[in-house]
């Protein structure tokens, strides 16, 4: 039921935008509507008239009077009433296709919006997959039941309402009779509807799983292959699959119980309208004609009764998708935005320092993962963060910018606290190199000019030069402007980071974080990534997370991380006379290289 409530606010949030399109389906609807409910008594007053018209035939004396012209004009009516209905549902159906396609249209565009709005929290919490399914499968069957199902919907509940008015106008015994399986027939359907509406939102928590699964394992087909998992691979598809087909099999099953047994609960009323009806006519005081007239309007009207109910019911599977589609995208919708300060102050440079002053952070309650780090950084300063794997330098890297806030302590640049930035400012001003760098569709020049469109093709082929990546481009086929997502052009993961690190040279930014890349490149590549990051942080203040002791033997500063906390700080000699962690680190790593 709060799924049923939710859905609904969510819909009316997006239709009320195109309300006079909807509007004049719901009057078109009404009209139809009018003439479907209105048709049976027309057709009970030709039944009258020809009854009329017999009798009077049938009697010698009365026969000169006969005529048939009341009949004929009966049935005009009544041929005209089915065609008034179907031009106006014609027309509804148009329209209503239109809101569908818009609005849908506009919740695509609503989420997506969303998405770029969202806390990076929610993205290292849920798999891309599902995030996906949500896009595909759930917006799918939203725009499919928007699409085939509202019309139905709307005129499901005219009709409804339309003939009950009509019938107790007509007959207030007979109207009570043909609702009297009503109760039964409520506590029927809603009993089947639960179960089907469990299995249904289960069914699609399942396809959002096996997308998330599918994806997973599509991204790491090398690492697949290299292991020989294959198989066992197809063996977690087939567990995720088959999960999909029993909640899809149990909630059509479910959703395919109710149109039968609503199908029958609607035999059964005819059955009870015919009995009552029958009886009626005989014990009360009515002419043939008005008896036979009135069995015959209410054995229309109770067929007629429970088509609004079947025609849901038969659109149920659909309908309960899309409630479920609604459910998972407002999930989506109603996260928390990433909190920008009211009047956040603009951020032109870090003129002096900037200071991490006794952070103390968790990605879960109760779990916390930094425990009152503390480092100061000069302008133009270089620190290096070190530490074994899971010590928490992703995360202070995290917090810089802030992906995430911090629990307790504070950033400061030049004692003002980054929290009081504006958001946009201050993203503008970190730049980061991450490790494994992301490439879009476009070309390299777009590439390169990502953090800045509008940068010129000389400052793109500069920022390239820095980067050590310029001769490389030059001698692609198509320069700066080869395609990146073309089949032909595959770059190793050493074009990519040099292209990354251009990307954020463009930007000038003041802080600059680099993840330093662990993926195994060649000498001449990773001699080239260690000149364009020495290019990048000239003069320029610097965090560097690094995995390979060498590259950060100049850093102002060393910052040793264990399980959340720094256990040495200071410069590379004087972290050696300290004969501590990072000098042992230091010596088991030159070994090795
Ligand atoms: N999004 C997250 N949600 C919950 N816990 C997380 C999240 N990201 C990281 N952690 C946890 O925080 C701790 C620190 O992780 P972090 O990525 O900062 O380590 P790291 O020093 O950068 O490691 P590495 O050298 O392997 O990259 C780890 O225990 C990790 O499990």
Known sequence: ????????????????????????????????????????????????????????????????????????????????????????????????????????????????????????????????????????????????????????????????????????NQNVTMAWVTMASTPITLILAAWVMHKASVAVNQQQDDIGQLNGYINEQVTGQKVLIT??????????????????????????????????LMQGMSLLNTAIVIFFGSWFALNGNLSTGAALALVVVFVNYAQQYYQPIMSLTSLYSMIQLAITGARRVDEVRQQPDEVNPADGRALTAIEDELKIDDVHFSYLPGKEILHGVSIQVKRGEMVALVGPTGSGKTTVMNLLNRFYDVDSGAITFDGVNIQDFELSALRQHVGIVLQDPQLFSGTIADNIRYGEPTATMDRVIDAAKQANIHDFIESLPDGYQTQVSDEQSVFSAGQKQLMSIARTILTNPQLLILDEATSNVDTVTEAKIQAAMDNVIQGRTSFVIAHRLKTILNADKIVVLKEGRIIEQGSHPELLAEDGFYAELYHNQMVFD
């Open 227 to 260: 292991n020989g998992l294959q198989q066992d691979s197809v063996k977690g598809f087939q567990k995720y699959n088959a999960k999909v087909r029993q909640s899809a099999l149990t909630g059509q099953i479910w959703s395919g119980i109710l149109n039968p």
């Open 1 to 168: 039921m709060t799924d049923l409530r939710n859905a609904g606010k969510y819909y009316w949030h997006y239709l009320k935008r195109y309300w006079f399109g909807f509007l004049m389906s719901i009057i078109l609807i009404v009209i139809a509507t009018w003439c479907i409910v209105m048709a049976p008594t027309y057709l009970g007053r030709a039944i009258e008239d020809l009854t009329q018209y017999l009798q009077q035939w049938t009697n010698q004396a009365m026969r000169a009077k006969a005529t048939l012209q009341p009949f004929n004009q009966t049935l005009v009516t009544y041929i005209l009433l089915y065609i008034v209905e179907a031009i106006a549902l014609f027309v509804a159906s148009l329209i209503l296709a239109r809101v569908t396609a818009y609005s849908t249209g506009t919740m695509r565009v609503g989420l997506f919006r969303k998405l770029q709005r969202m806390r990076v929290q929610y993205f290292d919490t849920h798999r891309d997959g599902d995030i996906l399914a949500r896009f595909t499968s759930d917006l799918d069957n939203i725009f499919n039941a928007m699409n085939q199902a509202l019309l139905e919907i709307l005129l499901a509940v005219a009709q409804f309402v339309g003939l009950l008015i009509v019938m107790f």
